[in-house]
């Protein structure tokens, strides 16, 4: 248990590193397709070359995976074997799963590295030189010829195998995807969920079609329900509901994170129905999302345009629906609090003539 934690500790801090890079580049990217007015990536003139530079980012958040997976287990001279490693993984084919391995592989050599005891005058040395050589060269190694190459037949097999599935076939993993999504917005389980797609959005786009509606149906679904049943919300909630909208339509699930403080039974199944549906319905509907983002944002970059459209609205009615169902009426107390005690105190009381 105690292993399985530190695994997703280093996991945790690698990806919150890298999603700047899946943020700024899958903007960008997004962006340049959206002005261009097609769904297509530009090939010419300033929109070529803005795509140009949100494409950077994306060809980065691998190497930045496997990098900060080291970095968090054996600090900075982790950095260079883990990036090395993981551009290595995703150059023949092993993407993210690839990476991963190659970020966790590095760190585990470095800190074998530094166990060779060095003499106080080298240690300098050791921290920017003999670990990060010796680590790159032993991860290199391993990553070009003994397992990169097994990891990219599985990689392969599993893209056909995803990319075979059809109709009900895929109902199953839009649950699973679009539940993990939503459980904990934005926390382990979410980045789980969400790199998984964003990785595949070159091969397997309609992963990130129902992530990416997945994404936004929670703060949606949230700021869709204040609007169509007010009573239910506190007037606090009612003001979040707009922001709430606004941030689901750029695709930030966090949005949601203040109705879910507030009412966690309530608002979590909530939110993740809505989810569920709008995976699954963005599935079947065979949305297509070429932009490792979700939100209404992505929308240039979806083909499909009118089925997303649809499964975000499906997603966001069913949370609104079932926070209709779940949640009471809110009702404003009257009296101060002093008076309710007052009365509580009162209703305590057992008093019958007969006792006296």
Not at 48 to 75: E, T, V
Not at 305 to 319: D, E, H
Request: charged letters at 15%.
């Amino acid at each position: 248990m105690n292993a399985l934690k530190s695994l997703q500790k280093h996991l945790m801090t690698s990806t919150s590193y890298m999603i700047p890079f899946v943020v700024a580049g899958g903007i960008l990217f997004a962006i340049s397709v959206m002005l261009s007015g097609e769904a297509a990536v530009p090939d010419a003139g300033w929109l070529a070359k803005l795509n140009q530079i949100g494409a950077a980012g994306l060809a980065l958040f691998i190497p930045i995976l496997g990098g900060y997976i080291a970095f968090s287990m054996a600090d900075k001279p982790g950095l260079a074997p883990g990036m090395i490693g993981a551009y290595l993984a995703n150059e023949i084919g092993a993407g993210f799963i690839g990476g991963i391995i190659a970020g966790f592989l590095a760190g585990y050599v470095v800190n074998l590295l530094k166990k060779i005891k060095l003499s106080p005058s080298f240690r300098t040395i050791g921290t920017i030189f003999i670990y990060p050589l010796g680590g790159t060269f032993i991860v290199g190694f391993i990553m070009v010829f003994l397992i990169g190459e097994p990891i990219a037949i599985f990689m392969e097999r599993m893209t056909t195998t995803l990319n075979s599935m059809s109709g009900a076939a895929k109902i199953p993993l839009g649950g699973i995807l679009g539940a993990m999504i939503s459980f904990d917005m934005g926390g382990p389980v979410n980045k789980v969920a969400a790199t998984f797609a964003q990785t595949q959005v070159d091969t397997l786009p309609f992963l990130m079609g129902g992530v990416g509606v997945a994404i936004c149906v929670p703060p949606i679904g949230l700021g869709l329900a204040t609007l169509l049943f007010p009573k239910k919300f506190k007037s606090e909630e009612k003001d979040s509901g707009i922001a709430s909208l606004l941030m689901g339509g750029v695709g930030i699930t966090e949005g949601a994170i203040p109705f879910a403080t507030a009412d966690p039974l309530k608002v979590i199944p909530s939110i993740i129905l809505g989810s569920v549906v709008g995976n699954i319905s963005a599935f079947l509907f065979g949305a297509l999302n070429h932009a490792p983002w979700g939100g209404l944002i992505v929308l240039p970059v979806v083909e499909g345009r009118f089925g997303y459209l649809i499964s975000v609205l499906l997603g966001a009615s069913a949370t609104a629906v079932a926070l209709r169902v779940l949640k009471k009426d809110v009702v404003e107390d009257k009296l101060s609090n002093s008076e309710v005690r007052e009365e509580d105190e009162f209703e305590d009381l057992d008093i019958k003539i007969d006792n006296l």
